[in-house]
T-cell receptor
Framework: DTEVTQTPKHLVMGMTNKKSLKCEQH?????MYWYKQKAKKPPELMFV???????INESVPSRFSPECPNSSLLNLHLHALQPEDSALYLC????????????????FGQGTRLTVV | KQEVTQIPAALSVPEGENLVLNCSFT??????LQWFRQDPGKGLTSLLL?????REQTSGRLNASLDKSSGRSTLYIAASQPGDSATYLC???????????FGEGTQLTVNP
């Protein structure tokens, strides 16, 4: 099983709303990532979690708040977003354990298409 | 800062043709290079992973090569099919922070 599951698939939210994106993997991967992808552009890294601790924050605005409650689950909490935050949000995971090291394959979910109105 | 470039940006070929997609990167301090496929509005599907110590990987009609010292990789697709139509992205995993940095992609169209 190489599946990364993201919910919801589509989300429309107002600028004053609070919503959350969810990502799950059951491959025992210890690194999990959030990427943002605008139309016809490559994915851009937002956050990296390693062993459930935030290891990289690519200077993302505080209206995006990541959370890793356990080794299988990654959330992205959204609050007071702007229309320009509308994009495809992708979650990924990779093994990157103490045993394997960081030289492992990344697997992506199908993404959440977010529209901010 | 790592920069990844893919050439060409778009490619249209008739069915059955063999084709090559190119990827170059500026910093050779990488753990691996990965090729992905993305269909419109969908997530990324991993095609091939090449470790930094490897020169080549094959899966079915796909063959990827890596020359780390020159910062280049190619993805060779044999006997292309309309179902191969998609955007192909290469990404390098950097040794600093384990970031995966993507190229802009090559949009491939295979015409029946």
């Amino acid at each position: 099983d190489t599946e990364v599951t993201q919910t919801p698939k589509h989300l429309v939210m107002g600028m004053t709303n609070k919503k959350s994106l969810k990502c799950e993997q059951h491959m025992g991967h210890r690194a999990m990532y959030w990427y943002k992808q605008k139309a016809k552009k490559p994915p851009e890294l937002m956050f990296v979690y390693s062993y459930e601790k935030l290891s990289i924050n690519e200077s993302v605005p505080s209206r995006f708040s990541p959370e890793c409650p356990n080794s299988s689950l990654l959330n992205l909490h959204l609050h007071a977003l702007q229309p320009e935050d509308s994009a495809l949000y992708l979650c990924a995971s990779s093994q990157d354990s103490i045993l394997t090291g960081p030289n492992t394959e990344a697997f992506f979910g199908q993404g959440t298409r977010l529209t901010v109105v | 800062k790592q920069e990844v470039t893919q050439i060409p940006a778009a490619l249209s070929v008739p069915e059955g043709e063999n084709l090559v997609l190119n990827c170059s990167f500026t910093d050779s301090a990488i753990y691996n290079l990965q090729w992905f496929r993305q269909d419109p509005g969908k997530g990324l599907t991993s095609l091939l992973l090449i470790q930094s110590s490897q020169r080549e990987q094959t899966s079915g009609r796909l063959n990827a090569s890596l020359d780390k010292s020159s910062g280049r990789s190619t993805l060779y697709i044999a006997a292309s099919q309309p179902g191969d139509s998609a955007t192909y992205l290469c990404a390098v995993k950097e040794t600093s922070g384990s970031r995966l940095t993507f190229g802009e992609g090559t949009q491939l169209t295979v015409n029946p």
